[in-house]
């Protein structure tokens, strides 16, 4: 009887060592001193909320000042470890470090941190950010890029911010005041997301970089705009069709790179841009020198070996739909007359 009592106990301990160190996480080995990566670190929130015993808690030496959370995608396919990032997880799970990467893990929703100076959360599902009007923020670099963000107005309030990306979202419109603070901010990416006109006023006068690929701008308004620092202007894959260089460089007489590629330039728009910007010794493509081997698509032409778009695809592709939509309904018309004809014929 003793015995099995002690078998209990130890079984009872060998349970419970199990179920505490399942929450006990430590550094990928080689990871350390200054950088400890995590994989596949669980936290819920609302869990921890009613059940404080089931905290995580992370193992890594004082001298770290980085902390990854790496996620196994292909075993955890279908079970979300980790939605939310807040300060609890931030303060009491991680210990507050300087810098932080949560790459592809299926993140929701960021709480931002004060003492926050690094931060690449990319390649999640953010949706919503939050911050408090209130707080001092000290984060330098943030990385929001390809996530499902809308509405970024939350950041206004992160002003020591140098770095900021929020490429690949879903952004239409920036706040007016959205960079009235910042005034360390110098590289900006917006590329990828679904701006169909920009205010440049917006900006602040510091800025070096910015990129607005991949959007969907029809022109630039530069008139009163002075950015004297701006020296990278990425442009490409819009459908701009004409460019003032005139009001362009008055705005931003500092401009290097000035990438306009897969734009809507009629091929002698585009023969004058690239020549008004060779004259002014401005890059017009981000990379090594071209070969004279540009490979274009059938639709598109080449100047200087940059391709260009022969035609303003997004205009054509509404007429386009137009034109199938009424092809289809003069389709399923006839089909109907004709069925109602035969039936006709077959009552006779």
């Given at each position: 009887?003793?015995?099995?009592?002690r078998y209990v106990r130890l079984l009872a301990l060998i349970t419970l060592w199990t179920v505490v160190s399942g929450y006990v996480y430590k550094c990928e080995p080689g990871t350390e001193p200054t950088v400890?990566?995590?994989w596949n670190l669980q936290y819920d929130a609302d869990i921890v909320a009613k059940h404080p015993d089931r905290l995580p808690t992370v193992n890594y030496s004082f001298t770290v000042n980085t902390v990854q959370l790496l996620f196994e995608r292909y075993y955890y396919t279908r079970h979300n470890q980790l939605e939310r990032y807040d300060l609890t997880l931030?303060?009491?799970?991680?210990?507050?470090?300087?810098?932080?990467?949560?790459r592809d893990y299926r993140l929701r929703q960021v709480v931002i941190p004060a003492n926050l100076?690094?931060?690449?959360?990319?390649?999640?599902?953010?949706?919503?950010?939050?911050?408090?009007?209130?707080?001092?923020?000290s984060v330098r670099y943030l990385d929001l890029s390809h996530n499902t963000?809308?509405?970024?107005?939350?950041?206004t309030v992160l002003v020591q911010l140098q770095t900021l990306n929020l490429e690949g979202n879903r952004i239409t419109t920036l706040e007016p005041n959205m960079f009235t603070r910042m005034d360390n901010l110098t590289h900006l990416y917006l590329g990828d997301n679904n701006f169909g006109a920009f205010d440049f006023h917006t900006l602040p006068k510091g800025l070096n970089v910015l990129w607005l690929m991949r959007n969907e701008l029809?022109?630039?308004?530069?008139?009163?705009i002075l950015l004297p620092r701006l020296r990278e202007l990425n442009l490409e894959a819009n459908l701009l069709s004409s460019l003032d260089m005139a009001a362009l460089f008055t705005a931003c007489p500092a401009l290097e790179v000035v990438p306009i590629a897969y734009n809507t330039f009629a091929k002698k728009e585009a023969h004058r841009i690239v020549t008004e910007l060779k004259r002014r010794g401005v890059s017009y493509y981000i990379g090594m020198e071209r070969d004279g081997s540009a490979d274009c698509d059938y639709d598109e032409f080449s100047v200087d070996d940059v391709c260009f778009s022969d035609s303003p695809m997004g205009d054509w592709s509404i007429w386009k739909g137009l034109f199938l939509l009424v092809l289809g309904v003069l389709v399923v018309c006839m089909f109907v007359l004709s069925v109602r004809w035969v039936w006709h014929q077959m009552a006779y």
């Open positions: 009887m003793a015995s099995m009592r400890c990566s995590i931030h303060g009491t799970v991680l210990r507050n470090p300087p810098s932080v990467q949560i100076q690094v931060g690449d959360f990319t390649d999640n599902a953010i949706s919503v950010i939050e911050t408090d009007p209130t707080e001092q923020y963000l809308r509405d970024v107005a939350n950041l029809r022109d630039l308004t530069l008139t009163s």
